[in-house]
């Protein structure tokens, strides 16, 4: 490289825009943290007074058939009018076999603690604006978009879970159980980006100076953010469901297992909730493979060469696709089908962490 164009390069990096970047990221991250305490709050000083619903609806006609429904009507008085109150009933999709009412809440159904779950929710919008920002002052530093490196992507990938998140709250779904697991690897995920990972701003290598950057590394990076998503939702079912089934059984669980996931939806709640979120991005996921092959001739001359990352990516697509196959099959739903939803997911980390730190291929020029 001739000394002009180390200049011109030099130049093109505005190294006071990719210091902001960092103090914005960091100062997410502080905020991500007061937003775990919070949520922590919200499930240590919920009400544990309702937290009983699954156990009354297993328990309440123990005499009856196997599909009997719901927990018995609970009779109040209300200025002399009788009202009768019944919890809201989800059928187990997994089983079929009982009916079960989605849990209250991290904060227990309590004024007290679903305030504090406000308190963390305002705090997660917060630190999602600010990582947004530092990413924003990432792509404006180098004038391309910031996905360039495995730092870029991380900061890129937490900040869009974040965003997913948020934006089922929006919607008015019963997501806010996710709060304290999210904020939780978005914390991990930010602490191994900018220690392991960093990557000082910089220009990309000519292979990755294309417009495919954007389609095909941004819908990666919100295909994950969804899969992260479900693959949440579905190691909760898992245990949710062993739960209920103990409790069906005549088992006892203990306290702490009884207080945090009586909080949680019901099994099959959490089941249909991972099924859809996986099922809605998976196009998305094929067209970004798609999108890769396209790319990889215009860099490389072939559309498909078996790189590893090409590799893991189609692997990946296999895998949700058996998932989503043995989801719609009677003789594979539940359990099953939650193990290659897993299985999957770590099949997507393996392409992102596995193959970038410890596989050689096409795809190493970008380094960390």
Known sequence: MTLAAANALAAATNENLASISNTLIYSAMAVYTLAFFAYITEWLFGSRSKV???????????????????????????????????PEVVVRSSAGARDVPDGPGAHGGDEQGDLYGRV???????????????????????????????YEFNITFS???????????????????LGLFLTTTVLLDLGLAVTVLYTASDQLVPALQSYWLIIHV??????????????VGTLLYLFKDSYESKLASGGKPGRFATSVLERLPASASLDKFSYRVNAAVFPLWTFTIIAGAIWAESAWGRYWGWDPKETWAFIT??????????????????????YIALIAFGCWL?????????VTGKHSYAGV
């Open 159 to 177: 900040a869009t879970a974040v965003g997913v998140y948020l934006l089922l709250l929006a919607l008015k779904k019963n997501v806010r159980w």
């Open 120 to 150: 963390a929710v305002s705090l997660s919008v917060l630190a999602f604006v600010i990582q947004v920002g530092g990413v924003i002052a990432r792509a404006a530093s180098v004038q391309r978009a910031p996905w360039g490196n495995m």
């Open 218 to 231: 941004s819908t990666a990076i919100f295909c994950g953010a969804v899969f992260y998503v479900g693959a």
């Open 317 to 338: 697509w296999v895998a949700y696709a058996c998932y989503l196959h043995a989801r719609s099959t009677a003789g594979w739903k539940g359990r099953k089908a939650a």
């Open 52 to 86: 009983a619903r699954t156990a009354a609806a297993l328990t309440a006609d123990s005499g009856g058939a196997a599909g009997a429904k719901g927990p018995a009507v609970t009779v109040k008085s209300a200025g002399g009018t009788t009202v009768l109150e019944r």
């Open 350 to 358: 393996f392409n992102y962490y596995g193959v970038n730190l410890f």
